[in-house]
């Protein structure tokens, strides 16, 4: 095993370790989103203030949150419509969002053609070192041997404008409920390792084809929320600015008895 050595000079004092492992916790808590920081929830049936999420993958905040959803979402879709394939395709040089999506539609084309239906959910990702883009498969379709996705994603690439990326690996999900997590950790674990995606990248995280889920993600969900936390309550909430030295009134509704609060 190579050992590095390090001049003492450079090495990073214990406080310096210190600084930088609350810089990081602090960091953790903080919301990228300046408007879901200057505002709350405010429930007009009970008084209480719940923060806003911003629900953005990019938030240090709010991503353990955007992460638990998308699995719960993906889970609950295979656990009934199984995937058989986890499929990695990697990129040999950096490339825009949009070659992306044209090599990745380039793909799935010629896919087709031959497999007529495949169906996919892609996960974005940056290998740490390089910083290169390469995308997480959970694929439902036919047979395709390695060697001919390498052709067909080489050929993609290069529709792209890419430098061609002959490099891709297919392997058989041992279940399905880990299939999906193991996808989209890597969501959540590159962000740790800081293998996130680069801030100047606008592209999606997650993308998927038409018919890869059985209904909307948004009925999953509701349906997802229905059954761990029950049917939603009639509680009204009401997104509210951070008011200094504002106050929660109560008024009752004298003919039904209603009991209402308002944050002013
Ligand atoms: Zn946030």
Redesign the pocket.
């Known amino acids: 095993m190579a050992v590095k050595i390090v001049p003492s000079s450079a090495r990073p004092s214990t406080i310096e370790r210190l600084s930088q492992a609350v810089n990081e916790l602090l960091e953790e808590s903080?919301?990228?989103?300046r408007y879901?920081?200057n505002h709350k929830l405010f429930s007009t049936s009970t008084g209480e203030f719940r923060e806003v999420?911003?629900?953005?993958w990019k938030?240090?905040?709010?991503?353990v949150s955007w992460l638990w959803k998308q699995k719960t979402i993906v889970t609950r879709e295979l656990l009934h419509n199984p995937i058989n394939k986890l499929i990695t395709l990697t990129l040999a040089e950096k490339c825009s969002p949009e070659q992306l999506n044209l090599a990745r539609q380039l793909l799935c084309r010629d896919l087709r053609k031959d497999n007529n239906d495949f169906q996919y959910l892609a996960v974005l990702e940056f290998t740490s070192a390089t910083r290169l883009p390469h995308l997480h498969l959970l694929a439902r379709s036919c047979f395709i041997p390695q060697k001919k996705l390498s052709e067909l994603w080489e050929k993609a690439t290069m529709g792209a404008k890419i430098l061609p990326s002959p490099v891709v690996y297919i392997e058989k999900p041992r279940d399905q409920a880990a299939a999906s997590i193991y996808a989209l950790s890597y969501a959540l674990d590159g962000y740790n390792k800081k293998q996130d995606i680069p801030k100047e990248w606008k592209g999606r995280k997650i993308s998927y084809s038409k018919k890869f889920f059985s209904k909307s993600t948004k009925e999953i969900w509701k349906e997802a929320l229905t059954e761990i936390y029950g049917p939603p309550s009639n509680e009204k909430w009401v997104i509210t600015p951070n008011k200094p030295g504002a106050q929660i009134r109560q008024s009752v509704d004298n003919s039904s008895g209603e009991i209402t609060f308002r944050y002013t």
């Open positions: 903080q919301c990228i989103s879901a920081s999420n911003c629900k953005s938030c240090p905040k709010h991503r």
